[in-house]
């Protein structure tokens, strides 16, 4: 069956670093993929997205990797601020309209 | 510009009971979708509408139905409430609904705690 997982449920990382938050899916037939942060007591908030026909997307301060061939997806925050702390969600969807979000990893900056 | 807005905020019930959550989507989206988030997990989708047709459904039993209105807003409905049906309960709006690249903005959700 369809699957998004993530590979570490929580993230530690010092103020200033790069955090690198990754995300693993099984449906291959997913070509558009997206990250959510949702801080406590609020709802997803989008970050960035990409199409299957890309590898790299970058906003600011975020850049989202996609490698299909180990399917596998990667969110990565340029210098982290207290304000990234939050859960973390990779979605998938494959053209329609259903889309399936992961578990979750929750990012702790420290200050 | 208003986000997406959900209505209540919170909301207690018991067993048994029945309850309807509500949705406005920003204004210009026409297609609306709920999920279902229980502490711990990601949002688990229940259903997508849109231009007030059932697009999609979950793996969701009967007692969970939708509706969305002639203006866009959108309803949900529970019926027969468990208490595993305690979760926070998502709304999100965009434009078509199709995958690729439409995206889909969250309310805030309505939190629903059965007792």
């Known amino acids: 069956g369809e699957s998004v997982g993530l590979h570490l449920p929580t993230l530690s990382v010092q103020e200033g670093d790069n955090s690198i938050i990754n995300c693993a899916y099984s449906?291959?037939?997913?070509?558009?993929f997206i990250w959510y942060k949702q801080e406590s007591g609020k709802g997803p908030q989008f970050i960035i997205d990409?199409?299957?026909?890309?590898d790299k997307r970058q906003g600011q301060r975020v850049t989202v990797l996609l490698n299909k061939t180990v399917k596998h997806l990667s969110l990565q925050i340029a210098a982290t601020q207290p304000g990234d702390s939050a859960v973390y969600f990779c979605a998938e969807n494959t053209g329609g309209f259903k889309t399936i979000f992961g578990a979750g990893t929750r990012l702790f900056v420290k200050a | 510009d208003a986000g997406v807005t959900q209505s209540p905020t919170h909301l207690i019930k018991t067993r048994g009971q029945h309850v309807t959550l509500r949705c406005s989507p920003i204004?210009?989206?026409?297609?609306v979708s709920w999920y279902q988030q229980v502490l711990g997990q990601g949002p688990q989708f229940i259903f997508q509408y849109y231009e007030k047709e059932e697009r999609g459904r979950g793996n969701f039993p009967d007692r969970f139905s939708a509706r969305q209105f002639p203006n866009y807003s959108s309803e949900l409905n529970v019926n027969a409430l468990l208490l595993g049906d305690s979760a926070l309960y998502l709304c999100?709006?965009?434009?078509?609904?199709?995958?690729?690249?439409?995206?889909?903005?969250f309310g805030p959700g309505t939190r629903l705690t059965v007792l």
């Open positions: 449906n291959s037939a997913s070509d558009y």
């Open positions: 999100a709006s965009s434009f078509h609904g199709q995958g690729g690249g439409d995206t889909q903005y």
């Open positions: 204004s210009g989206h026409k297609s």
């Open positions: 990409i199409r299957s026909n890309m």
